[in-house]
């Protein structure tokens, strides 16, 4: 089998490899990544440092397709030499392979101009996952950072910094901002507008030293001026990393050279992505890339004969809510026409370049709705002869800016993934897709950049039989963010108390769903070691009762497994006589719940009955129902009540998003009913069925199986792996049948019970770690967290 | 008017209600950090405990039906109703929170 080393584990080396697949060729195929990542989506690195999505949401292909196709990767090793004799590339941790071809896929490098102490810590780059952690762990509210280059990537940079709190200037060298993309008017608008965000912009300025004694503090310009800094990011630019074809001695120019067919000068060697020059041209930007990748598939595979041709370069984005949109030519030249639209109030800038009745460049700022009507002029080199008086204008009938029935079917709709409009509908029809993430899943539409997502709405809503739009699942008002969102944010903040998240990423203010949501954010991200802050608590949290309707408390004591004895029962029954409960109450869950209960007595009721909390008031652990098993029932299998003592044990004080019960039982008849509990154990003859996702409530779920497991402990086991999986990704009140639901058992399967061992391990000892900081709640009856937690306050001078 | 030496303002912790039982009648007294806010110790709506709500800025929501009241104006903001919580003047002295109430009520006590 032939050796194929794949050199670079970033977006347009791995699409390429993705290609190769599937021309199921006989390769034993190798990636290096110098990154300690899985290929991700560097498109969203912006997102990621704005707090949009976390690092795992920007993952394009995980661990595991890797290891479905057989591909060796080699993470964290950087390529240092190559020896075409010996056709052999050598790691920097020494390590050898050989290959029979080679692909580089080498990306580029962010360019680092020659600034006197730009080797100071506290200044980054913006490239990679690693620099946008970096970026992450510093940035915050006050932060003064300066980013020098106002590109495309500095302003997604400064974008992020800002969102995240930080106080941002962007320098560029030139007086106007993306000027690859935009004409100095285009650049005037999108300055106007960033600056009315709270970015400081200042042009035509050369820095010309980074201050400070070994941490920057300062940027001086060529002009004296110097401004304050905590942090700078220098994205002046990228050079494609060329090095490796030099070691390989093929031709190498601005990128390495390569010609219609992907191929070197050395037919033994292959180059794709950033790094490639075609016909002089070198591409940033994704989809090129992944047309690239196309063609080296067949080229590399042996099915030599589809073509590279280069392509309209074109770029349509949005920084900081601002639509820019930039293709073809778009310097002035003579003989060259210009179009132009301006609205200074309304922000929007249009401009179309018209040689001999053809569209030849544009650029849209403000206002992109028309780009794919402008793109596909430019593509198709449409006559315009007769619409030359109204290019700007939409067709004066019908023609609202785009409509998707007037597209052909083969035309790409997102140009990253390269989907056209009709596999989308294909897909919606065979699929029976309805909603824009189904579509996502379903053919990787919209997944890249994202500039489609708008499209892929519209042919949804055209074609789709039942169109969903997606819910946006904001915690709430006070907060505007996912509570996935929001998790990520408390881990990379740092941030320990549900105060410090309001006033940071909310209105400083919370209200009752945002507050007790996020106090449980905090304890399960810091497994128990946060600020708690009772005020942010429901009333039950605060006094460890359940409020009634009179404002009175109901009482349950912790009875683990439902299994009680005479002199708990006698306690009981004095505490509901000393107390004056109004009910005694035997519940569904096996408990005893004395009603009726006074604020002040809670305290004394407690300590009367000497029993731990049963926390039959919060949304935490509840119980663990149990049938009598072996030990007495003449049908069991199982040892339940042992069992589910254990288990209760295990997890009790614990909080979870919603409320969890459980259920043990001995034998498939069920008797406690495990198989409509949260979490449910099920013994059969030799082993358990742990089940999970049950509900026997508003609605009724049957469990959904997670493993079958021989002994007790390996079931103990898995019921603690899902209870702490659901602990960190259910959103607050999610009940574990909705989360079981959306997630997916196969999906839930996998990352606990069939996970690695290093990962099971790490959720169990995240579990322990909250377990040995919980206790019971009910031992604040000696040591309340406030001296008037329990009291009623009595005026210290009577009315007279 | 009549001002009330009620308890040591470090009574009330901080964005939390307790209630105060003056002259016979319970009134919820919250902590908002530069000002103590007091107001009558039943919702408009079922008469639940708002000493026991969450606070949410100058308003606090009832622990029973999440009605939200206005610790200002005891006015009901959500759902509207067109009914007031009474609410009283108040101040710290010494480290001391006073409570201001009607003389009515001081002739009940």
Redesign the interface.
Known sequence: MEQLVVVGNGMAGVACVEQILKYSPDLDITVYGDETHVNYNRIMLSSVLAGEKNADEITLNGIEWYQENNINLRLGVRIVDIDMKKRLVTGDDGSQAEFDKLLLATGSAAFIPRIEGVDKSGVFTFRNLDDTRALIERAGPGVRAVVIGGGLLGLEAARGLQVRGADVTVIHLLDSLMNVQLDPSGGQYLKTKIEQLGVRVLTNKSTKALLGNGHVEGVRFEDGETIDADLVVVAAGIRPNVELGRKAGVAVNRGIVVNDHLETSDPRVFAVGECVEHNGQVYGLVAPLLDQGKVLAATLTGNKGPVFTGWTPAAKLKIMGVEVFSAGEVREQPGVEVVRYEDPAMGVYKKLLVKDFRLTGCILVGDAADSHRYMEWLRAGTNLEVRRRSLLFPEPIEDKGFDVAELPDSEIICGCMGVSKGAIITAIHTKELNTLSQLKNATRASTGCGSCTEMCQRLLKAVAKDFEEDKKKLLCGCVPFSQENLREIVQSQKLKSVQEILDIYGNGVGCEICKPALSYMVDVVWCGDHQEDRSARFINDRVHANIQRDGTFSVVPRMRGGVTTPAQLRKIADVAEKYSVKMVKVTGSQRIDLLGIKKSDLPKVWADLGMPSGQAYTKGVRMVKTCVGTEFCRFGVQDSTTTGIELERRLENLFTPHKVKMGVVGCPRNCAEATVKDIGLVGQDGSWQVVVGGAAGKSVRKADLLITVETSEEALEAAQLFFQYYRENANYLERTYDFCERFGIEKIRKETVYAKKEERKALLSRLQKSKTLSKDAWLERDEPVHPTQFVQIQPMEALV | M?W????KA???????G??????GDDVA?FNLGDRFLAVDNACPH????LC??????ETV?C??H?YKISLETGAVLKPEMPVRVITYPTRVENG?LMIA?PVE??MV?
Request: proline content about 8%.
């Open positions: 009549k009330i030496q009620i308890s470090d009574n009330f912790p901080l964005r939390e307790r209630c105060v039982t003056i002259g007294v079922r008469g639940g405990p026991d709500g969450i606070v949410s800025g929501i622990p029973l999440n001391v109430v009520k001081e006590a």
